[in-house]
T-cell receptor
Framework: RKEVEQDPGPFNVPEGATVAFNCTYSNSASQSFFWYRQDCRKEPKLLMS???SGNEDGRFTAQLNRASQYISLLIRDSKLSDSATYLC??????????????FGQGTELSVKP | EPEVTQTPSHQVTQMGQEVILRCVPISNHLYFYWYRQILGQKVEFLVSFYNNEISEKSEIFDDQFSVERPDGSNFTLKIRSTKLEDSAMYFC?????????????FGDGTRLSIL
């Protein structure tokens, strides 16, 4: 079983749509959770960290359910520039312990005019 | 904003040859990492490095791979005898030991092509 599993894509949505990505992780020892964004053949870039209480950054909302080992990302009012692959990432370390990042396979989003 | 820099951006090498990928982490960072991404696949952890030694490595990081911090600024990944399946994007990353909203900063990668 993969340690981090994401919705298979791609998601094709019109501008202005709301889109939700789901992710599950298998290791209950996972401590920190993130969504990264990766543009084609570029490096992963941190989109947002995910906290147990849920957190929001503009049009982006992330949720974490530790009991069901589930992470989600909601994008509201999607823009053309949101087109990318969204990576669910977990680590077994807290921020200050230098742990490896474990990536999901990514979900591709294509926002059309 | 400080960046992780990697060189070269693209490396083409004959199978069986040695290759060295170079990275300059952010200057006050203490943890260093290498990841790779085979085309169309997920990003995979290779190795982490802290206090001048490997702190963790994956199954991929076999005896053909080594890492080094030869001076105070560079962090290198060496592949001793390259195979076709080593063709991938290789990303270097670094992080501090303080709480941060950006746990690991990634360089823009080296595309390694083995012929």
């Amino acid at each position: 079983r993969k340690e981090v599993e994401q919705d298979p894509g791609p998601f094709n949505v019109p501008e202005g749509a709301t889109v939700a990505f789901n992710c599950t992780y298998s290791n209950s020892a996972s401590q920190s959770f993130f969504w990264y964004r990766q543009d084609c053949r570029k490096e992963p870039k941190l989109l947002m960290s995910v906290y147990s209480s849920g957190n929001e950054d503009g049009r982006f909302t992330a949720q974490l359910n530790r009991a069901s080992q589930y992470i989600s990302l909601l994008i509201r009012d999607s823009k053309l520039s949101d087109s990318a692959t969204y990576l669910c990432v977990v680590t077994r370390a807290k921020y200050n312990q230098g742990g490896k990042l474990i990536f999901g396979q990514g979900t591709e989003l294509s926002v059309k005019p | 904003e400080p960046e992780v820099t990697q060189t070269p951006s693209h490396q083409v090498t004959q199978m069986g040859q040695e290759v060295i990928l170079r990275c300059v982490p952010i200057s006050n960072h203490l943890y260093f990492y290498w990841y790779r991404q085979i085309l169309g696949q997920k990003v995979e952890f290779l190795v982490s490095f802290y206090n001048n030694e490997i702190s963790e490595k994956s199954e991929i990081f076999d005896d053909q791979f080594s890492v080094e911090r030869p001076d105070g600024s560079n962090f290198t990944l060496k592949i001793r005898s390259t195979k076709l399946e080593d063709s991938a994007m290789y990303f270097c990353a670094s992080s501090t030991d303080r709480d941060s909203n950006q746990p690991q900063h990634f360089g823009d990668g080296t595309r390694l092509s083995i012929l």
